[in-house]
């Protein structure tokens, strides 16, 4: 029988009841002081809990790890407590979710870091483009990127240590599993990539070296949460962020290889297939095939997909879950409307980042835009 997006899907320990993956997805909305998950976030993904398995926004894993203003942590005792009400109520609508750890790396300020400090990088490359950041009044601003700090040696250590330590604290918080966040730019993806990595010692220069750091973390996270209960998302020939790569198709069949083989719950690959240049897009599909074949585990693609695609690519067997983003923002009741056929809500990109409920929670599901159910009154939380 061919497996449909609808299906259900034995995911490690849980049975997902569709194969639609709601994407991580950063929406700058945690509770302030001290980027907490609050109740308003907690409904967000509650509303979304018919996809069969939800990847949060990243959540930083240490003060170090963050680079934009208003996105949670999971490295207080409060931010657990925050993650546990979502956890709570996700799992009470009948949802899954994992946690995306993330660490920017190079792509922070001063102004998120400890006593003003250094972005830290594997090494002093100073990024393209502009950081995200308050200014005096409190109000958003654009900044030139500073030159990050190159990690020492012995720091490495205590980077895989954040890691270990934010998977404890999203299990104590009940959420279901943890994503390591490898892709778009950020910390491991700098360190995989040869752009962005010039060490000389023993995490720099080959493959072999550069993805030291990444097998690293995510031996230490599976101790912690067991493999299973374990995802990795990776961009092959990803730009965002000021990101290249000599070889990447070297570099990510090498990732796939030395992934498959440690049982994880699964690989989560953004898709390059979807637009650039043409010569991307076709060195893109024979990558994707190269790692369909060498990953043995549960393969999730993203990137662009809508019903059609992603029908098309679960019947080839080119993914077993397709990941879903922007679409969800303003359709919180996806998987149906994608089943039925009902028209999709446009999102409003002007409300993606920071703000409160107008943009966030306030999209209705099919149900209440035909009037069948009442909308929801949000009068108690100040947009």
Known sequence: MTESLFSPFELGPYRLSNRIVMAPMTRSRAEQPGNIPSRLNAIYYAQRASAGLIVTEGAQISPQGQGYPWTPGIHTAEQIEGWRTVADEVHAAGGHLF????????????????????????????????????????????????????????????????????????????????????????????????????????????????????????????RVCGAERVGVRISPFGTFNDMSDEDPEALFEAIADALSSRGLGYLHIVDPTFDGEASIRSRGQQLMTSLRHRFAGTLILCGGYDRSRADTALKEGRADLIGFGRPFISNPDLPMRLETGAPLTAPDPTLFYGGGIQGYVDYPTREQEIGVEPRPDFSAFVN
């Open 99 to 222: 946690l995306q750890l993330w660490h920017v790396g190079r792509i922070s300020h001063p102004f998120f870091q400890p006593k003003g400090e250094l972005p830290v990088a594997p090494s002093a490359i100073t990024p393209a483009g502009e950081a995200f950041i308050l200014n005096e009044q409190g109000q958003p601003a654009m900044v030139p990127f500073v030159t990050p700090r190159a990690l020492e040696l012995s720091e490495l250590p205590e980077i895989i240590n954040q890691y270990v330590q934010a998977s404890k604290n999203a299990l104590s918080a009940g959420i279901d599993g943890v994503e390591i966040h490898a892709a778009n730019g950020y910390l491991l993806d700098q360190f995989i990539s040869s752009g962005t990595n010039q060490r000389n010692d023993a995490y720099g220069g080959s493959i072999e070296n550069r993805i030291r750091l990444l097998l690293e973390v995510t031996d230490a996270v599976s």
